[in-house]
Each structure stands twice: as C-alpha cells, then as structure tokens.
C-alpha cells in the first residue's frame, strides 16, 4: 500500500477473473486444435466400429450372401459365367456402401455431441469482473469525524448532519 493510497484512499478498480476450471479450459483446448488441425475423431470408436458393424457385415457377405448368390447361378447353370461375378461384385458394393453410410452416420453423430458440448462450455462466461472497492483512507476519515464532531458540538442534530455531508464530500473528493 503506497502512502497516497494510506493518506487520499483509493478508487475502486475492475479485475478480469478466469471462471473456468482446468479441465474445462483442456477440453476446450483439445477441442479447437482438432477442429482447426481437420483432425477427426470426434470421439469415434474406428476399433468399436470394426468389431461391431464392419466385421459381422463382411462375416455375412462371405458366409451367407455370396454363397447364395453362388447357389442361385449354379441352380441355373452359369457358376463360373460374368454375370457371376457382376452380382456378387455388386452385392459386395451394396454391403461397403451400407457400411460407408452406417460409419458416417455414427460421425456425425459424434461430431454432433462434440459440438453440443463445445456450445454449452462456451456459453459459460470464461472470464468474469470481480470489484475491488478500493479504501477511504485516512485523511478523508479524519476530515469527516472531525466534521461530523464540530457539526454535533455546534449545532445539534442540525450541525450534524452538516457535518455528516462535509464528510461525505471529503470522502467523495479525496477518492480517486
């Protein structure tokens, strides 16, 4: 505290205060370094995706579709024709695609989950304003009791009241 602060008071002054915690601060972090790095992810699971979805998928192309593709040209006598091979290479694409759909759908989904939290943290005000309400200090306090003393001895209730404004005034115009 400086002497002028000691003597004069001081003024109230406005401080810029950090009102996230750290882990809000890291996700937020994380979050706009994928973002602007086109980074993926977004909290999708390529492992969980390709036990879940990818792997059953192709399971059931190679052991039930394909076979019955293979069974019905035989039935008709064109096992080993082009036409063959045409439908179990569309029959293939139809399973990739489905799959393709099925992954970027769950993407987006994550993405958007992603996003609804990013809106909600960054919604929330990451700095606020605290108040210092700055002091009197010691002259003004002087003046004023001095006042408000004078007023009382000199005037009544009247005086004091006079006095009681006087120091208000000092109060007002010692601050900076």
């Known amino acids: 505290?400086?002497?002028?602060?000691?003597?004069?008071?001081s003024a109230p002054q406005?401080?810029?205060?950090?009102?996230?915690?750290?882990?809000?601060?890291?996700?937020?972090?994380?979050?706009l370094q994928r973002l602007t790095s086109g980074q993926g992810g977004?909290?999708?699971d390529e492992d969980?995706?390709?036990?879940?979805f990818v792997d059953p998928a192709l399971n059931q192309f190679q052991n039930r579709i394909a076979p019955a593709i293979q069974q019905s040209f035989i039935g008709q006598g064109a096992g080993r024709s082009s036409s063959l091979q045409d439908a179990l290479?569309?029959?293939?694409?139809d399973v990739q695609g489905g799959l393709d759909q099925?992954?970027?759908s769950l993407l987006n989904e994550a993405l958007n989950r992603q996003l609804q939290g990013a809106q909600t943290a960054l919604g929330a005000r990451q700095?606020?304003?605290?108040q210092d309400p700055g002091s009197?200090?010691?002259l003004p306090e002087l003046a004023g009791g001095i006042g408000a003393g004078f007023g009382g001895a000199f005037g009544g209730a009247a005086g004091r009241g006079l006095g009681q404004a006087a120091s208000s005034f000092f109060n007002r115009g010692f601050r900076r």
Do not use: K, P, Y
């Open 102 to 104: 099925q992954r970027a």
């Open 42 to 44: 977004f909290g999708f």
């Open 136 to 138: 009197t200090g010691f």
């Open 127 to 130: 700095f606020g304003i605290e």
């Open 48 to 52: 969980a995706f390709q036990s879940s």
């Open 14 to 31: 406005n401080r810029q205060v950090n009102q996230f915690t750290s882990g809000q601060e890291d996700f937020l972090t994380n979050l």
């Open 1 to 9: 505290m400086s002497i002028g602060n000691f003597l004069f008071g």
């Open 89 to 93: 290479t569309r029959a293939g694409a």
